[in-house]
């Protein structure tokens, strides 16, 4: 006479031949028996039991295994793993990350679907952490530079069109552009060839925004007059005209009030600059 393992009713099937190893214990989450429930019966299929000396109803010590361990079922899908899938695709990096391990650590202790979802989590924070790197070079790259001691541009790249100062050059936003809201121009060395320069910058007056047709006004005028004192009238041909920068009303708003003044022109041939010794500010 030998003895079979006999699972209480909620717990998962077993193999056929199945003995718990020495120190064995059901998972916390399977439904406790009922009880009296023997967890051993009678089996004449199990030979040698009975000279292993396990009574019945109790665990055995020592009793030889079939190799099979019972795990328990997956409860669905790891809520973890759910979670750092959605947030690895929408861009939640850290979050992703730190969900996306823990589904991980968790399935490991106990099975549970979700892996595949948690490792793709992983990977798309790994895939935005790259590409928001890149893109942080890239900008480093094709941002324009300039020197620590004269302010002057000294290498060739963006910049805001209101981080500019008197006395840039630049490459002058095309003609398709014309009445489009530009935010940034190519800043160059004024030794490189470019088709215009900032000769003069002032603050708007007023503490509303006059609408668009003000302060091209203010703009227009205030550029004239302030043309003769900063740009090097020798330098000056008929293929130049002067134009500006003016901020419009979401630049307003955020506290923007300066105005850049342009000599432009016609061909980017230009290899100096065309101001004065000591040019106009503000």
């Avoid at 699972?7 to 406790?32: I, R, S, Y």
């Avoid at 500019?164 to 004024?190: F, Y």
């Avoid at 088709?195 to 609408?211: I, K, L, M, R, W």
Wanted: hydrophobic share 40%.
């Amino acid at each position: 006479m030998g003895f079979r393992f006999n699972p209480p009713p909620g717990w998962p099937p077993v193999p056929e031949g199945f003995a718990p190893q020495p120190g064995w214990l059901p998972d916390p989450d399977w439904p406790p028996a009922p009880q009296g429930w023997p967890l051993w019966v009678d089996d004449d299929t199990v030979p040698g039991a009975a000279a292993a000396g396990v009574p019945p109803g109790q665990f055995p010590r020592g009793f030889p295994a079939s190799g099979y361990q019972v795990q328990p079922a997956g409860k669905g899908t790891s809520g973890f793993a759910i979670a750092s899938f959605v947030l690895g695709l929408v861009g939640g990096v850290l979050l992703s990350v730190i969900f996306g391990i823990v589904a991980l650590v968790k399935i490991r202790r106990r099975p549970q679907r979700g892996k595949g979802l948690a490792v793709a989590g992983l990977v798309l924070s790994g895939v935005w952490i790259v590409a928001v790197a890149a893109g942080i070079a890239i900008n480093v790259a094709n941002t324009a530079h300039r020197s620590s001691t004269t302010g002057q541009v000294t290498g060739k790249g963006h910049v805001s069109v209101f981080s500019l100062r008197a006395g840039d050059c630049l490459q002058n936003p095309p003609a398709s552009q014309a009445g489009l809201r530009v935010t940034q121009v190519t800043a160059v060395p004024c030794a490189t060839a470019h088709d215009a320069q900032v000769y003069a910058q002032f603050h708007a007056t007023g503490n509303s925004h006059p609408g668009q047709a003000g302060l091209a006004r203010e703009s227009s005028h205030g550029c004239a007059a302030r043309a003769a004192a900063s740009l090097d009238k020798s330098k000056i041909t008929s293929t130049m005209q002067l134009q500006f920068i003016y901020p419009d009303a979401q630049a307003w708003a955020n506290g923007r009030r300066t105005i850049s003044c342009l000599i432009v022109d016609s061909t980017p041939d230009l290899t100096s600059s065309l101001l004065r010794a000591n040019p106009a500010g503000g």
